[in-house]
């Protein structure tokens, strides 16, 4: 006999959804109000100094303790999420914009020019792009527009490739040939017909992009690279704890390491939840 | 006139689906375009149309020797001939109301302006009712559809029709009153219709002129 597997249909699947989406909404909320109201209402400074408090574990004082030269961690991690958000947004958005406008014109010019730029967008991807990204802040000062720069220029690749294949798709569809017949230049068919018809995948590919450049944000800073040292990012504050993991210094380094991972499932979380809304019928694949 | 001559089109450069096909319509004729499914009779429309660049032969309209298809065709060209495709599903953008993809053409030609007055007049004449227009093609049924779609191919008022299978999805009332809307315009403006299907009581009955596939390519 065959063995059945349970998973929640019908009311309790909507409901387990509905559950994913109020959470991830909730957090996200909490996360970007904290981001934006704590630094200008709470007039503390997160660069404060207290040697005499240095390493000291969370307490009522400290929530999140203190750092090796005692700054207080949860401010530095609110700054911190404040800088991986803006870095994320700006670059994810650039990105996108960057991925949409080449995909769109490899995939609806086509012959030489979609041969010429989809092997450009294969050697730029043959490159590891922490590498590439890693050349580029070199060639500028450390601060959040070369980063974001940096981020931008690494990960509009695949955002390319999904709209070129979308528009692929969509150009040979009679409706478009309806529109030729019809008198529409290119650009008209462009923007009346493919560019939205791209939107909601160049949409998710836009808000997906969002944790993973604050992920490669983090990595930056981890490896020197990013925000000068004294300026708070989550990727700073976790290479700025390891020092003293070994010495059994638990919290510097899992505060801010929870904050990156917290967001990014957020946005996960809605992102799927959006995606199972738009299309019906790949939910069922998507869910097997 | 609308001439073709030995048109070689395809997908592939080495199987090509029309191999020599000829072609002639007079103004105000209308001919029917018999031939089994899967033997380029669709691509035969969409060259006619000036969708589809063929690898070989020549397209005459109206005096015309056609150089470029496509948005290669000049665009007073690529308007003479009004197109009406087989689905109606796949032929309507999703995401436009019906009075958005009736007007469309009009909007693309930079005719704006009498774009309201004129869908109405259309709308009427091919049988869509006023509550139909603002509906998007999801909430409509393939007949419905398909009578906005005859619309939108008669809003620039083509000198020729290209009708490829337009009533193979259709039940026989509203093929019957489609064929009287195409009628109807021929009669008003002379315009000629290359009617593509594989029944031939219906193509017998609505056309001047009907002839086979295999009549029209060489061997």
Not at chain 2, 150 to 156: G, K, N, Q, S
Request: charged share 20%.
């Amino acid at each position: 006999m065959a063995e059945t597997i349970w998973r929640p249909q019908g009311r309790a699947r909507r409901s387990t959804r509905a559950l994913r989406v109020r959470t991830s909404a909730a957090v996200l909320a909490v996360v970007v109000s904290a981001v934006l109201i704590v630094p200008p209402l709470a007039q503390l400074d997160q660069q404060a100094v207290d040697l005499a408090a240095k390493l000291q574990p969370p307490s009522w004082a400290h929530p999140f303790g203190t750092d090796d030269v005692g700054r207080d961690l949860l401010l530095r991690c609110v700054y911190g999420l404040r800088v991986s958000l803006l870095v994320g947004l700006v670059a994810a958005l650039a990105a996108t914009v960057i991925g949409t406008a080449v995909g769109a014109a490899a995939g609806a010019l086509g012959g030489r020019t979609d041969r010429l730029a989809m092997r450009a967008v294969d050697t730029l991807s043959s490159v590891p792009h922490l590498l590439l990204g890693v050349f580029v802040v070199a060639v500028f000062r450390p601060g959040v527009w070369p980063v974001v720069a940096s981020v931008a220029a690494t990960h509009w690749l695949s955002t390319a490739r999904i709209v070129r294949a979308e528009v692929l798709s969509l150009r040979g569809r009679p409706y478009i040939d309806a529109a030729v017949s019809g008198g529409a230049s290119r650009w008209r068919v462009a923007v009346r017909h493919l560019v939205p018809g791209i939107l909601p995948q160049a949409g998710l590919a836009a808000v997906l992009m969002i944790p993973h450049a604050m992920w490669h944000e983090s990595a930056l800073s981890f490896l020197g690279l990013g925000l000068p040292a004294h300026q708070a990012s989550l990727g700073g504050l976790v290479q700025g704890g390891r020092g003293s993991l070994l010495a059994g210094h638990w919290w510097p380094t899992l505060f801010p390491g929870r904050l990156l991972i917290v967001p990014t499932l957020a946005v996960a979380g809605l992102a799927g939840a959006w995606r199972e809304r738009r299309n019906p019928r790949r939910r069922s694949e998507l869910t097997l | 006139m609308l001439e073709l001559k030995d048109i070689t089109a395809g997908y592939d450069r080495r199987a090509p689906v029309v191999r020599g096909a000829h072609l002639t319509l007079r103004p105000g004729e209308s001919l029917g375009l018999l031939g089994p499914s899967g033997c380029g009779k669709s691509t035969l429309a969409r060259v006619v149309a000036l969708l589809h660049r063929p690898e070989r032969g020549t397209v005459t309209l109206d005096g015309h020797a056609v150089t470029g298809f496509s948005h290669r065709a000049p665009r007073s060209l690529r308007t003479a001939v009004g197109v009406v495709f087989q689905q109606p599903r796949l032929a309507a953008d999703p995401r436009l109301r019906l009075r958005d993809l009736v007007a469309e053409p009009l909007r693309a030609t930079g005719r704006r302006t009498e774009a309201a007055a004129r869908v109405g007049e259309l709308a009427e004449r091919v049988g869509l009712g006023a509550d139909l227009l603002s509906r998007r093609p999801h909430e409509v049924s393939d007949g419905q559809l398909q009578r906005a779609c005859l619309a939108r191919a008669l809003a620039l008022r083509p000198r020729w029709l290209v009708c490829d299978e337009m009533t193979a999805m259709l039940d026989a009332s509203t093929t019957a009153a489609l064929v009287a809307v195409v009628e109807d315009y021929r009669d008003r403006t002379g315009a000629g219709l290359l009617a593509v299907g594989h029944d031939p009581v219906l193509l017998g009955r609505w056309c001047g002129r009907t002839t086979h596939w295999n009549e029209i390519v060489k061997d």
